[in-house]
């Protein structure tokens, strides 16, 4: 594959920018000019968000590390 353009739909006229947003995966959007095809685009699935972490493991994991230093510190005092 070779080199991509991007487009900003934010700087594109509000009623091409609504067209492209829409487009869904596997359809194509030919590009005319002259009514000359100059090219097409074809819609893509949306990259999926990475799932979130799992913070409630994390955050046990660090609530027991630090009671674990605050009953060392505890016990090396008396």
Not at 22 to 43: D, H, P, Q, S, W
Not at 47 to 74: C, G, M, N, Y
Request: net charge negative.
């Amino acid at each position: 594959m070779g080199p991509m353009k991007r487009i900003d739909l934010d700087d594109l006229p509000p009623k091409i920018a609504a067209l492209l947003a829409e487009v869904e995966a596997g359809e194509e959007v030919i590009l005319v000019k002259n009514g000359v095809v100059m090219g097409r685009l074809t819609g893509a699935e949306a990259p999926k968000a990475p799932p979130e972490p799992d913070t409630d493991v994390d955050l046990e994991a660090r609530a027991k590390e630090i009671f674990e230093q605050f009953r060392s510190s505890i016990e090396d005092e008396f």
